[in-house]
């Protein structure tokens, strides 16, 4: 695979990446995600990213692109440079990323400082702010109603793998996340990233912050973006309050944080149940090759055991044992 994204990427006109003459000095793996596998590269002493989907998912690929042309004015993501559709010469579609140079955030951390928190708020209100002609609203993750169906759909999935045996247990969860839930929904529409995640923000050498991973770009509810922040960045107390001050100096939004809450149990709870589901197609190696060499079943039940912990201490909840799940398997 690598050799023939070389091959491809050396089919370029040099024109469209900027060269009058394409030789890669240099092509190390950067990364690896669920379907994206990252190739930086240099050209002349310039830095890029190749983009690699390994599981055939041209279309995602086409729409990442197409979203980062969409934001490209607001210079809080990476430029687009280049995309390759999946051809009989490359069988795999991949997008070409100017590299920004910097460190991501790590995952868990919880010491964010006060200027982190700000240069963040100032990222997302830019694009919450930004209107745009190329998407359309997102239905499937606007409303809480809509969410509900997706974890439905999710325990569909569980019950499958235990054959039932824990059809009530998830039942009984599920009516926990709908009474949470406000009779009324309101809500403001925006741009949203919809991965905000420590791993895909990186901190640049002056310290600007920037968003990479842009697949998941929708129309919808910006307090989705910021239920992101509080879970998978524990903003809270002070310094969420620093970042929502700063948020809306850009954006006026004074139902932000009430959605937010809502959205953030919505959100743990999906969490908790792809983890599951996640364990057992590791387990069952229902997954691409590459994917399953850098996790275990083991890390994923971890982590679905950390999301019902956090959803516990947020509203009440039926007892579930996690671990259980899992009896059949081993």
Same mark, same amino acid.
């Given at each position: 695979?690598?050799?023939?994204?070389?091959?491809?990427?050396?089919?370029?006109?040099?024109?469209?990446?900027?060269?009058?003459?394409?030789?890669?000095?240099?092509?190390?793996?950067?990364?690896?995600?669920?379907?994206?596998?990252?190739?930086?590269?240099?050209?002349?002493?310039?830095?890029?990213?190749?983009?690699?989907?390994?599981?055939?998912?041209?279309?995602?690929?086409?729409?990442?692109?197409?979203?980062?042309?969409?934001?490209?004015?607001?210079?809080?993501?990476?430029?687009?440079?280049?995309?390759?559709?999946?051809?009989?010469?490359?069988?795999?579609?991949?997008?070409?990323?100017?590299?920004?140079?910097?460190?991501?955030?790590?995952?868990?951390?919880?010491?964010?400082?006060?200027?982190?928190?700000?240069?963040?708020?100032?990222? &997302?209100?830019? #694009?919450?702010? !930004?209107?745009?002609?190329?998407?359309? /609203? *997102? @239905?499937?993750? %606007? $409303?809480?109603?809509? +969410?509900?169906?997706?974890?439905?759909?999710?325990?569909?999935?569980?019950?499958?793998?235990?054959?039932?045996?824990?059809?009530?247990?998830?039942?009984?969860?599920?009516?926990?996340?709908?009474?949470?839930?406000?009779?009324?929904?309101?809500?403001?529409?925006?741009?949203?990233?919809?991965?905000?995640?420590?791993?895909?923000?990186?901190?640049?050498?002056?310290?600007?912050?920037?968003?990479?991973?842009?697949?998941?770009?929708?129309?919808?509810?910006?307090?989705?973006?910021?239920?992101?922040?509080?879970?998978?960045?524990?903003?809270?107390?002070? &310094?969420?309050? #620093?970042?929502? !001050?700063?948020?809306?100096?850009?954006? /006026? *939004? @004074?139902?932000? %944080? $009430?959605?937010?809450? +809502?959205?953030?149990?919505?959100?743990?709870?999906?969490?908790?149940?792809?983890?599951?589901?996640?364990?057992?197609?590791?387990?069952?190696?229902?997954?691409?090759?590459?994917?399953?060499?850098?996790?275990?079943?083991?890390?994923?039940?971890?982590?679905?055991?950390?999301?019902?912990?956090?959803?516990?201490?947020?509203?009440?909840?039926?007892?579930?044992?996690?671990?259980?799940?899992?009896?059949?398997?081993?």
């Amino acid at each position: 695979m690598k050799q023939s994204i070389k091959e491809a990427i050396n089919r370029i006109k040099p024109a469209e990446l900027g060269f009058d003459s394409i030789k890669i000095n240099s092509f190390k793996k950067l990364g690896l995600g669920e379907c994206n596998l990252n190739y930086i590269f240099s050209i002349k002493n310039k830095k890029f990213v190749c983009r690699v989907n390994f599981c055939g998912e041209t279309e995602r690929v086409k729409k990442e692109y197409a979203c980062l042309k969409a934001i490209e004015g607001l210079d809080v993501g990476p430029k687009a440079v280049y995309l390759h559709k999946a051809d009989r010469s490359c069988l795999q579609s991949f997008i070409i990323l100017e590299y920004i140079g910097g460190k991501p955030f790590r995952m868990r951390k919880r010491d964010y400082t006060a200027a982190q928190a700000k240069e963040l708020a100032i990222v &997302l209100a830019k #694009l919450h702010n !930004k209107k745009s002609k190329l998407l359309k /609203k *997102d @239905k499937k993750w %606007l $409303s809480y109603k809509e +969410n509900l169906k997706q974890s439905k759909e999710f325990e569909r999935k569980i019950n499958k793998y235990t054959n039932n045996e824990f059809a009530g247990e998830l039942k009984r969860l599920h009516t926990s996340i709908k009474d949470a839930m406000p009779k009324k929904e309101t809500h403001k529409i925006g741009l949203t990233h919809g991965d905000v995640y420590p791993q895909n923000i990186i901190q640049t050498k002056n310290n600007k912050l920037k968003l990479i991973d842009w697949e998941s770009l929708e129309l919808s509810d910006p307090a989705r973006d910021i239920s992101c922040v509080m879970i998978n960045l524990g903003f809270k107390g002070r &310094l969420l309050n #620093l970042f929502l !001050k700063e948020y809306h100096k850009i954006r /006026k *939004d @004074k139902t932000v %944080l $009430s959605r937010a809450r +809502n959205y953030a149990i919505l959100m743990r709870h999906h969490y908790l149940l792809w983890e599951i589901i996640r364990s057992f197609e590791i387990i069952n190696k229902k997954l691409p090759t590459e994917y399953l060499r850098k996790t275990t079943a083991r890390l994923h039940i971890a982590e679905a055991k950390h999301q019902y912990r956090q959803l516990k201490k947020t509203i009440k909840l039926p007892e579930i044992d996690v671990d259980s799940f899992f009896r059949n398997t081993r």
